[in-house]
């Protein structure tokens, strides 16, 4: 079993930049693939970024060169550093692990979710 709570949403301008982190419960947090999802007002949940136990990532098409995912497995932490924030990257953003090691962007694929944090970009 693998909790997670996410932290470090907030208010920020666009062009601002924030850092979410995502701290996970179990000896075994270093075998897990991990992403990150958003979901914005009236829109479905969609995929932003994935990382593996050894650190490939894959991110979707609209964060690519914005967004950095990374993690650090000895304190069972996930990030997510985003930068040059927009107003559609407005959404409640959601940490996410499977229990095998290869990276997904469907979300039915992942067993654990985070309560989410919401990010708000706007002046």
């Known amino acids: 079993q693998v909790q997670l709570v996410e932290s470090g949403g907030g208010l920020v301008q666009p062009g601002g930049s924030l850092r979410l982190s995502c701290a996970a419960s179990g000896r075994t947090f270093s075998r897990y693939a991990m992403g990150w999802f958003r979901q914005a007002p009236g829109k479905e949940r969609e995929f932003v970024a994935a990382i593996n136990w050894s650190g490939n990532t894959y991110y979707a098409d609209s964060v690519k060169g914005r967004f950095t995912i990374s993690r650090d497995n000895a304190q069972n932490t996930m990030f997510l550093q985003m930068n040059s924030l927009k107003p559609e990257d407005t959404a409640i953003y959601y940490c996410?692990?499977?229990?095998?090691?290869?990276?997904?962007?469907?979300?039915?694929?992942?067993?654990?979710w985070g309560q989410g944090t919401q990010v708000t970009v706007s002046s």
């Open positions: 996410a692990a499977r229990g095998t090691n290869i990276m997904v962007v469907v979300e039915a694929l992942y067993d654990y």
